[in-house]
């Protein structure tokens, strides 16, 4: 099956990206059309190994190899088809999954990896395209209804399966928009909200009620849930941020990235906001503290409000261009990514250490940093030392904190539902999903604590399997590994 | 002491799969004249014959030896006799020979048993006479359970009126006397036998050593002891348990080969017996029953069924011809009346099939028929004093040459009978056609046969199902994605069966945790040593899938009725062929349909109950008159869900033949389930005569609809090429238990079963091996179940739209459980690249831990403590531990250069072995790199293809292995497609560079257990200093084949699991057949122990063993030694991509792209990391064990257990490896494991004498002429001092014509075997088989002695399997060749003057010029070098299979130049009157040759020619 010689006859070629000049001016999706040849010789890359690493590396157990090669046979909506047999929401992986499925795709052994994420992307875009990917509400109702708490990719996905076995689902979401982190926390440039309410739609229109704007445990007790519902599943996602903890940032001007990004958002959904509240980096010096995607995130949305110069600082030490015989394949290569925000500018710096911030009038002017190393101790550990002497600061107007989540929110739900927690403060689950509190399940980072938007769907998927198989004794959902490959 | 299990069961043994094979020979009166002097030459032949019998582990103990000859009436009238009683006239009287029992009660009460038995059948019993025997001439295991012999004698009855009748009541009181010994009340009621029991013969025979014979019975001494005739055979087992009975011959045959069919013979015999009536007999017909008591030999039996169809009236060679027919295909020339003869007699017998050298009796006359493959040799000659002489071997009484009057063979499928009452031999022809001629055969079957394909259009014709239908069908069925994607699309596409590559690395049915259809719980059986598989591609003539259905008459008669039955040209029927089946109405065929469904609302237990009534109609149908049954799972809906098809057609079927109705019915499926070819072998072993699986043509059609197909296939075309495919599947199936046609195949259950339990075996598949228990009808039931809920799910649920994903063959997180999987790859090349010991940890706990879950027998097991621990330190160093390890086999070919030579050096700088693999070894690799190390592969293998086998190759090796089976695909070639033989492989190999090289499925050196002993005798020759292996795969009776192997004198018996991996291999073979290392090494081990030949003997294991604890079970169960190949090779880097076969490995290692290869990234130390963890994983497990040494550790099953996961799942509760784990109770002095070396005999070689007078030559060069006498005894002539030269010399060897040896006589096997460059042998007389095997270099001339009369040209000079895999050297033969001339010939030049059957098969290279005919299938496999043959009868065409070669004249100069020399020195050497004749009239003779020129051969020499003309051109 598919093209035998196919990795050795064609090369990795990803879409292309928009020029930098024309995507700076606006929040579009910064990949133009890739034509359906272009896709066919790139799944014929795919080798069809008897061991598909990628299928494994996927969190959800993509079929990966299988989708390849119907594309490469022209066979697009069995391909979509495949495609969705593991996976809810194709076009938000598509797009922004770091995809640790092409880190362990075999052809990556030696070569360039298979563009197994823009594959996927081309069919599910192509489903809706093509007009193949409709409302399929199921054939039969159980009468048992489901409350799903969060309508992140995790809430969602659980709601997606859940209603696939024919429960009755309702989700509660305290923002005024479905989709969690995928809405509000994504920049546009990529992924275009019309991507997830066309989704949404769908989804409505296979019989999920959201409700929006709705904050369970502030709205209503929590415990309500517990009476009017069979069961519930709690996907609030990892939502208190990690702070710096030093001097000064408390001042005006630092800011923590999500407040950044979601208002940015909101923004480019037409919402206005009080010009004192608006974070505007036009003509700003600003500084990135954090070098994840995030991170990148507060990098590409700085440059299209108009920067004047951005860095971004990252704790740990330059992470190396190729893996280093140490961190073989197949396991997640810590090596230097540059993302479509890169490219469009800012200055990124490693091993640097913000000692404080300083300014006046409450505002922030100054940052203070120094140099660091990385030494290993005998038991692996890695500590740091700061340099000596290489103290230094930076003039800067705008500081956004990239520092990643700790763990959801205590107050309100989880304490009015008394949900045990595990010693990171994230809920505990047991092997079923289960909460402590009977019938009540979680998903998601709400559960596991930050994560990729894929384990977020494959944690919802598992979950559902989970709660049908507690409300009808069986289930016939897919279950999913949520063991971490490697 | 020895041999403990007396033929009972034990542990894993059964005493049913002993095997035997031999030396056989006859020598005759041609008139029928009598004379003490045949008998003694009877012995002589014996004797002469030693060589093919064996020894167990008492050197003077034979496995058996006897002579059948004519009743010897004046020695008993002679006072030497000392009979205190009269006799009556000759054949009014008749001799038991009988064994007794050797304590008197015992002795006494059966005597009493055979006085009042004759008595009560109104015979006269005369009296005993003690046959005098010399208990010291035997050895002392034969000796301590010698019966008593004792002959008694029985005068005929009043009321007998002719001879024949009191035959008949003879055979009656014996079946009598065998049926009452078998339920009475002896202590030893084994000890008891008749060996004959007639008024004509007589059998003298024992467990003797075929030179104690006539020193053993006295009688055979006296002169006055005649016969005209003497049957010997001479018996090598593969087994010796003290067994006196088991010697041959049997009453009126004797037999050397195999009968495979042997279980399906005998159960359609018990399946006849109901429908037998006989006149003759009357009601003595009912003591006749069973007329093949079970647990009986193969030879045993077929002498049984002999004895009964003799007893029908027919006459001796009519038996013979019904038991044994010809081959009877399209592609075989043969007249009407004796087509019709066969197809005829096919109405009421199944063929008897299996390599087989058959030499019987009446009393009177002698016949002789060869199978149809001709496997085995039968040489005779006939001198002008009338004495014939046939034997195995030419040469095995002395003759003086001037008396021969020819010297011949008997031809494949050919029979050959001595008539002294019409004087002397008749023909095959004549005997034939006077038998064909007998009956209208031809009209009978032209009024009754009716032929499916002559039947009128009766509906049925496809119609495509709604696709929610289908679906549900499918998941009713257990379809995965795979079925689809995998298996029906390749074979609907291409018309073949889809190929893999790697091994089995999913849990046994049994152990896993998805439901299982049940057809994965039997595993294939296959040909190993004592019997060849067949290549149903390159001899396809052979094979025939021809299936018949309607019921089978009355045995003893001969009607018109008897070919009242439906003839099919296949057994798969697609819709269409069933309606017409099902729409029959004439006389006597009969069809009904009946249901196997079971309603689902019902509780547990249904199919159990549904069979019970499913037995109940059918019964009822058959008192209706029902010919055809028709068992059909039609119908599957929400409530009802189909019994497993194979559940249901194997319980029907054994419910018949229990009944003894099982041949008045023909058996139909029409099912769902089946869908590839195990499935449809399965069916077809279990009883079904034809399947119609109406869901895979559903499947097909939905796939077409999909346009999964290029336009050009629609249903039809996809339809038919699956059909096409499966048949080339079924063949391949039955090809690999060496069995040609679907008929006897039908039935046989070639199967042993792993995890099913002994009560649903007994009930529904009855007789069916099953060693370890396992399920019971609830799981197949729980299964059946869950397919039908996944179809049908209950009300509030909706059903899943897809088909589970599978992941049997490729793994899928969702699918099957494999034990490699990304997690364990990942962790061990960690572990191995970054020396890594946390990670070694990871990757075996998770190997460790999935086995105890789920994959493996090993993983049932636990180490049970007892022995006090021991400090680690105290422990066997892990350096001296991995000297125990080797890789596996991997050819180069199937993996790259660099690959190759990367687990060499590991290896070598660890002390342990890597494995050439088949693909021969560039000699650069014997000499050691400049840093030292080393690139050469110790074990060096010699497999069925012999490539680049030279005798350079043998001597650089510490292990010579010969490959019989390999996991993968045991039973079967190989095939290395030409897109991998690039330059370098092809100079490896000796063959041409882009041309397939084809294995063949047998060595066509080894169709038996000693032709298995003259390979080891041969390699040890060439190179002394090495271990000399015997690669086995496991299945049930592999015990008694490595005891086989340590009496042939193996040095390392390997025991394959079914998991190892390969390079190419069709899936089924992957998947169904073999069995898990664990059951064959602890047989083995059980075995070799119980029969004291352990000691001598290594035994190593291999089959996906990764850690330190799977080495330790396999050394707890007999492991001297283990392999690890597939851990090895991910070591260096492979992903397990399973693309071997198509050459396109991304990581370098099974590719020879060139560029692929560059991505090569392994390293010798990766592998050695990974060893060394092994070893100190091992360590610490012996530690906590209490063992110090590996030595002690091994064999000690005792400590291990079953573990406790066994009993807490359903489907794993019924397992009971108690079996597995029997240790045999023997002395403290039997070793358990490897503890001295075998003795081989070398310095009683005839080349010690060779290499003696050879001095001068090998020291300097100096040329050395010398004359010797040969006999057949001095085996392997040559091979000794070609070793030598190439140890001295290498590659080149001597300066043409050093050595000259002048021979006088008749050569023993295996003549001028690896001669090497420099030598030349002259042999005036003539030779056996395998002659010239592997010559690499040297000259053999043959002629016939001076003295002889004979045409040389018209008489056979050598025997079969000439030249086999030589790469080298010139022959000149006056005379004919037998059988395979040329077989694998990849360099040699020959010219011979005529030969037999499938000449040139599977050659690569060199020249063969013929000079006279040739039997069929000439050429076939031939892909390179050329073939000159001269056809002056004009038949040649049809002679050869042209499906690889192109037929054409001689035009080219060159080819004209060279085929002119080559007679010339084929005159100059042999003085051939022939060669003379063709010369003196060249410009004649050459429009008379025909040059075969292989397509793939010209192709490569065309482009090499091309590419000289454009060189050419453009310089």
Known sequence: MGKITGFVDFNREPPERRPVSQRLQDYQEIYGPWPEEAVRDQGARCMNCALPFCHRGCPLGNLIPDWNDLVYKGRWKEALAALHTTNNFPEFTGRICPAPCEASCVLAINEQPVTIEYIEKAISDKGYDEGWTTPNPPSKRTGKKVAVIGSGPSGLAAADQLNRAGHTVTVFERNEYIGGLLTLGIPDFKLDKQVIERRVDLMRAEGIDFQTSTNVGEDFPATDLLDSYDSVCLTGGSTIPRRLGVEGEELDGVHVAMDYLTQQNRVNRGQTSLASDRIDAAGKTVVVLGGGDTGADCLGTAHRQGAEVIYQYELLSEPPKERPTTNPWPYWPLILRTSSAHEEGGIRDYSILTKSFSGSNGKLETLHAVRIEWEREESGRMNMKEIPGTEFDVQVDLVFLALGFLHPQHEGMLEQLGVDLDPRGNVRADDNKMTSVPGVFTAGDMTRGQSLVVWAIAEGREAAHCIDKYLMGSSNLPSVNLRMFA | MVGVFKGKPFGLYRPEYEHAACGVGVVANTKGVSSHDIVERG?????????????????????????????????????????????????????????LPRDDAGRTQCENLVEATVASEGQRFLGWRDVPVDPSAIGYVARDCQPTIRQFFVGKGEGITDESAFDRKLYVIRKIIENAVGTADLKEPDEFYICSLSPKVMVYKGLLMAYQVKD?????????????????????????????????PYRYIVHNGEINTVRGNTNWMIAREKSMSSPEFGDDLQKLFPVIPPSQSDTASLDNAYELMLHTGRPLHHVMMSLMPEATGERVQMSQEKRDFYEYHACMMEPWDGPALVAFTDGTRIGAVLDRNGLRPFRYIVTDDDMLVMASETGVVETDPS??????????????????????????????????????????????????????????????????????????????????????????LNGVEPTGSMGNDVPLAVLSDKPQPLFRYFKQMFAQVSNPPLDGIREELVTSVDVRLGAQQNIFDETPQHARQLKLDGPLLTDEELAKVKALDVDGIKPVTLSTLFRVDTDEGEIERAMEALCADVDEALANGASIIVLSDRGVDALHAPIPSLLATAGIHHHLVRNGTRTKVGLVVESGEPRETPHLAALIGYGANAVNPYLAFQTLGQLVDDDIFPASIDFKTAQKNYIKASYKGLVKVTAKMGISTVHSYHGAQIFEAVGLSQRLVDKYFTWTPSRIGGIDIDVIEDDARKWHGDAFPEADVPANPDLPSGGFYQWRSDGEYHMWNPDTVAKLQYAAQMNDVTSYRAFAELANTYEQRAATIRGLLSFTGGNDPVDITEVEPASEIVKRFATGAISLGSISREAHESLAIAMNRIGARSNSGEGGEDYHRYVPDANGDRRVSTIKQVASGRFGVTTNYLVNATDLQIKMAQGAKPGE????????????????????????????????????????AQLIHDLKNVNSDARIHVKLVAEVGVGTIAAGVSKAHGDVVLISGDTGGTGASPE????????????????????????????????QTDGQIKTGRDVAIALMLGADEVGIATASLVTQGCIMLRKCHLNTCSVGIATQDPELRQRFAG??????????????????????????????????????????????????????????????????????????????????????????????????????????????????????????????????????????????????????????????????????DYFGKGMSGGRIVVVPPKEAKYVPEENVIIGNVALYGATGGEVFIRGLGGERFGVRNSGALAVIEGIGDHGCEYMTNGRVVVLGDVGRNFAAGMSGGLAYVLDEAGHFESLCNQEMVDLESVVNADDI??????????LKYTGSANAKRVLDDWDQMLPKFVKVYPRDYRRVVDAQKRANQEFATSG
């Open chain 2, 43 to 99: 012995i002589e032949v014996l004797v002469n014959l030693a060589h093919r019998g064996a020894a167990g582990a008492d050197p003077e103990t034979g496995d058996g030896a006897g002579i059948l000859m004519q009743m010897p009436d004046s020695f008993f009238r002679s006072d030497a006799a000392g009979l205190g009683f009269d006799l009556p006239a000759l054949h009014e009287y008749a001799v038991g020979m009988t064994f």
């Open chain 2, 216 to 248: 053993f019975y006295k009688d055979l001494a006296n002169p006055a002891l005649t016969s005209s005739f003497a049957l010997v055979h001479s018996r090598f087992s593969t087994n010796t348990l003290g067994s006196w009975k088991l010697a041959h």
């Open chain 2, 403 to 492: 008396k021969v009057l020819y010297r011949q063979r008997i031809y494949p499928g050919r029979m050959f009978l001595l008539d002294p009452e019409r004087g002397g031999i008749v023909d095959d022809e004549t005997i034939k056609h006077e038998l064909s001629a007998a009956q209208p055969y031809g009209e009978w079957l032209k009024q009754n046969m009716v032929y499916l394909r002559d039947l009128a259009d009766a509906g049925g014709h496809h119609e495509q199902m709604d696709r929610s239908e289908l679906v549900d069908l499918q998941q009713a069925f257990g379809y995965t994605q795979e079925d689809l994607r995998l298996l029906l699309e390749p074979m609907a």
């Open chain 2, 973 to 1012: 070639g190989g095939q290395l497609p030409g897109h991998k033989v690039d330059k370098y492989i092809g100079w490896v190999r000796h063959s041409t560079p882009g041309v397939e090289l084809i294995s063949p499925p047998p060595h066509h050196d080894i169709y038996s257990i000693e032709d298995l």
């Open chain 2, 1068 to 1099: 089924s073979s992957i998947k169904y057949a073999g069995l898990p290392w664990e059951l064959g090494l602890a047989e083995a081990q059980q075995v070799l122990v119980a029969n004291d030949l352990r000691g001598r003997i290594v035994v």
């Open chain 2, 1163 to 1328: 390293d010798p130390q990766h592998l050695i990391n990974y060893f060394m963890f092994v070893a100190e994983d091992l360590r610490e497990i012996m530690a906590s064990l209490g063992f110090r040494t590996v030595a002690e550790m091994i064999g000690r099953a005792d400590k291990l257990t079953t573990a406790e996961a066994v009993s807490h799942w359903k489907k794993t509760r019924g397992i009971d490896l108690t079996p597995m784990l029997a240790v045999a109770d023997v002395p403290d002095t039997v070793a358990r494991h490897n503890v001295t070396t075998q003795d081989h005999g070398l310095e009683k070689a005839l080349d010690q004498q060779l290499i003696q007078r050879s001095q001068q030559a090998l020291a300097r060069k100096i040329p050395t002429e010398f004359s010797l006498p040969i006999n057949n005894s001095n085996r392997t002539v040559g091979a000794m001092l070609s070793g030598r030269i190439a140890k001295q010399y290498g590659e080149e060897g001597l300066p043409f014509d050093t050595i000259q040896v002048n021979f006088n006589g008749s050569a023993g096997q295996s003549f001028a075997a690896f001669l090497a460059k420099g030598v030349n042998f002259h042999l005036e007389g003539d030779s056996n």
């Open chain 2, 1457 to 1466: 130049h060279e085929l002119r020399g080559l007679i010339q020195k084929h």
